[in-house]
C-alpha cells in the first residue's frame, strides 16, 4: 500500500544522484558538527543541505537537475582523484619514496632504502639526486 503510493508518488520525478547523496551526507556531518559545536549557523546550513537535497530528489524538472549534476561531478572528479592518489601514495610510502620531477613537475615513484640514487624523469628525461 504505501510503497504503491511511493510509487506513484514518484513518477516523474527526478530521484537520487550523486550529487544528492554528497548534499545528504555534508548535512549529516555538518548535523554532528552543530551537535558537537553548538554553533547554530552550522545546523541552519545543514537543514538547508537536507532541505536542496530532498527537492532535486523531489523535482520534476530531470533536465535541469542532470544539468547540476553533470556540474557537480565535473568539480567531484579531480577532488576526488586527489584524494584516491594520496591515499594510494600513503598505502606504499613504506616501500617507495615520492619526488616531484624539478623539471616537469611529475610525480615519481622510486623504490626506498637505496641510498643516494639517480632519477631519471620518464615524461621530459629531467635528471636529478634525490636520497631513498
Ligand atoms: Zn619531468
Redesign the pocket.
Known sequence: MIRNWLRNFMVGRYGPDQLYFALFFTAIILAIIASITGLGIISVISYLLLIIAFYRLLSKNIYKRRAENDRFLRFWWPVKMWFRNRFSRLKCSKTHCFFR??????V?RVPRGKGKIQIT??????RFEKKT
Open positions: 620531477c624539478p623539471g616537469c613537475r611529475n615519481l624523469c620518464p615524461k621530459c628525461g629531467q
